[in-house]
């Protein structure tokens, strides 16, 4: 199991293949935002211009499948169907969710990281 952010899961993607190749049964969950987090919590705040640290839409779960993962795009609930039938198997390919979530108010915990820095 893998639990990375969409900004470390494109600088990485080249691990989706050794993953596949290797044979081994991973789940990646790929919380996407658009956008580099820290980055976002690190200079937003303090007026800088964001727009090198944020990027259009991305087909993660496409990308993914392209490597031979079984690729999910979740937006909701309703999407999970996919994740379950792969849970319940035959698991013959690792599983990549492309989680989309929102950026409105990003996260707490790395606003938490970055106060006073």
């Given at each position: 199991?893998?639990?990375?952010?969409?900004?470390?899961?494109?600088?990485?993607?080249?691990?989706?293949?050794?993953?596949?190749?290797?044979?081994?049964?991973?789940?990646?969950?790929?919380?996407?935002?658009?956008?580099?987090?820290?980055?976002?919590?690190?200079?937003?705040?303090?007026?800088?211009?964001?727009?090198?640290?944020?990027?259009?839409?991305?087909?993660i779960g496409g990308i993914a499948r392209g490597f031979g993962f079984e690729g999910v795009t979740v937006r909701g609930v309703a999407d999970l169907g996919a994740v379950r039938d792969w849970v319940a198997g035959p698991r013959r390919r690792p599983l990549l969710i492309d989680a989309k979530i929102t950026s409105d108010r990003g996260s707490w915990w790395l606003q938490e990281a970055f106060r006073g820095h």
């Open positions: 199991m893998a639990a990375l952010g969409d900004g470390g899961a494109l600088m990485g993607v080249s691990e989706l293949e050794t993953v596949v190749r290797l044979g081994m049964g991973m789940v990646v969950v790929v919380y996407d935002d658009e956008a580099y987090g820290a980055e976002v919590h690190h200079f937003g705040p303090d007026g800088d211009p964001l727009g090198t640290v944020r990027f259009p839409p991305a087909d």
